[in-house]
C-alpha cells in the first residue's frame, strides 16, 4: 500500500481535525451550563437521575459510555508506546517527565490549599489531568503560529496523563472491593489475553468478552471505566519492520471506527451531563472554598509550574531536546493550555466527591473557572510568542 493511500492513525487524524472535536465539547458544556440555568433545569437533572437497568442515566454516561472513551485511550496508550511517538526512551523522556509534573505540581497545589479540611484533600487528583480534545482544539485555532512539534508533544504528553488518571482511578478512586467480581474480571482478561496469544484478530469476539468485563469490573468496586483500558491491553497490534503502521490489525480498525464517535457523541455528552452547575448557588464564599480554590489554582499554577518547569530543566540539563522550531515562550503557552482539565478533571470530581453534591458542584466551578483562564491565557501567550518567532 503507498503512503498516499494509507490512512492516518486516529491519533494523527486528530492533529488534523481536533478543531471540530475540541468545539463541540466546548458547545456541549456550554448549553449544560445554559439549560442548567434556564426553566429547563429541572428537566434536566430529573433525567439525569432517572433509572434505567439499575443505573440512572447519569451513571450509564459516566460508567458505560465513558468506558468506549477510556478503551480509545487505551487502544491509543498501547500503539504510541509499542509503534509510535512514545516508541523509544528518548522519544518518551521530555513528555514523561512534562506528565508527571504535570500531574504532581497541580495536585500539590491543591493539598496546600486544603490542607486543613481533612474531608475534601480526597479531590487531590482532580486538577492533575489535561483534556487533549480542548488543548489541541485551541492549538489548531492558532494554525501556523504554533509548529507541528508542539502538537506532537503535547499530544505524547496527554498520552502519558491518561495514563497516570487511569492508574489514579484504579488505585485512589475505588470502592470496596469485590474479590468474587475482580476473580471474574481477571478470568475474562486470562481469556482475553490468551486469544491474543492464540492468534485470534476477530474485534466482535474482543468486544464481546470486553462487556463481560466491564460487568465484573463494574460489580467488583473498581470502577467501571478501567474496562475500557484492560480491553485495549488486550487488542492485537501487528507491526513489522519497515511498516510500521500496520492499519489492517484490529487495533488500528478499531482505533479509527471508535475516535469520531468518542470525539463527537461520548465527550459531548459527558460534557452536557455533567458540566451543568446552578450557578444561581455560586456566591462569593463558594469561589474562595478549598476545593473551588484547590482546583483552579492546580489547574492554572499547578499545572504550568509543573510542566514548563520540569520541561526546562530536562532541556538544560541535555536529557533531551526541545522540540523543533519552538521557542520558550510557545512551549510556556503549551504549558498553560495543559491547565485545560474539563473532561478527565470533572471525572475524578465526580468519582472524588461522589453523593456531595456541594462539593460536586464546587470541582465543577474550580474546573470551568481554571479551564477558561488557562485557555484565555495560553492562547494569549502564544499568539504574542509565535508573532515574535515570525518578526525575528
Known sequence: MSLALRPRSALRSLLHNEASGGLVLMASAALALIVANSPLAPGYFAVLQTYVGGLSILHWVNDALMAVFFLLVGLEIKREVLDGRLRTWPDRILPGVAALGGMAGPALVYVAVN????????????PAATDIAFALGVLALLGSRVPVSLKIFLTALAIVDDLGAVLIIAAFYTAE?????????ALVMALLIGLNRAGVTSLPVYLAL???????????????????????????????????EDVTSPLHKLEHGLHPWSAFLVLPIFGFANAGVPLSGVTGKMLLDPVTLGVALGLFLGKQIGVFGLVVATVKLGFAQKPSHA?????????????????????????????????????????????????????????????????A
Open 177 to 185: 472491593v469485590s474479590l468474587g467480581m475482580l476473580g471474574g474480571a
Open 327 to 391: 521557542n520558550w515562550g510557545q512551549i510556556y503557552g503549551v504549558s498553560l493550555l495543559c491547565g485545560i482539565g474539563f473532561t478527565m478533571s470533572l471525572f475524578i470530581g465526580l468519582l472524588a466527591f461522589a453523593g456531595s453534591p456541594e462539593l460536586e458542584a464546587e470541582t465543577k466551578i474550580g474546573v470551568l473557572a481554571g479551564t477558561l483562564v488557562c485557555m484565555a491565557l495560553g492562547t494569549v501567550v502564544l499568539l504574542l510568542s509565535g508573532r515574535s518567532t515570525k518578526t
Open 115 to 126: 490542607w486543613s479540611s481533612p474531608d475534601t484533600l480526597r479531590g487531590w487528583a482532580i
Open 210 to 244: 470486553g462487556v463481560v468485563l466491564w460487568f465484573f469490573v463494574l460489580k467488583s468496586g473498581v470502577h467501571a471505566t478501567v474496562a475500557g483500558v484492560l480491553l485495549a491491553m488486550t487488542i492485537p497490534l501487528r507491526t513489522s519492520p519497515g511498516r510500521p
